[in-house]
């Protein structure tokens, strides 16, 4: 059976191997799923992500997480916004703030999937896929 929400799937792996001070967690590969790692890499979120083979030769997305020191995380939190269930879309002159602009919003526009800084730059509004802080 597939898999209903692979944007959820993805942000829980990281949320959890964040959690558990892992250096790199593997995600189920997909166009979205890179297009996510760029802009967490792009926002300092993340170290790097790259395409490696798992064991039974499928395309896996593997992401090194960045930590700045033993106690503390970069990623405190990642919270999907936009479900399969109900979707949340935003113009452009009403995309929220994260934590006052502590965090970001992610999110997909017709210009491609961008921050919510770019966003208001770029004046297109799209589809809250997910914050982090």
Known sequence: MGMTDPIADMLTRIRNANKA???TVNINMSQMNI??????KKA????NYDKVKNEKDQQMLEIILKYPDAKRTVITNIKRISKPGRRVYVASDSIPKVLNGFGISILSTSKGVITDAEARDLNVGGEILCNVW
């Open 21 to 23: 001070r892992f250096k």
């Open 35 to 40: 297009n996510i790692a760029k802009v967490l």
């Open 44 to 47: 300092g979120y993340i170290t």
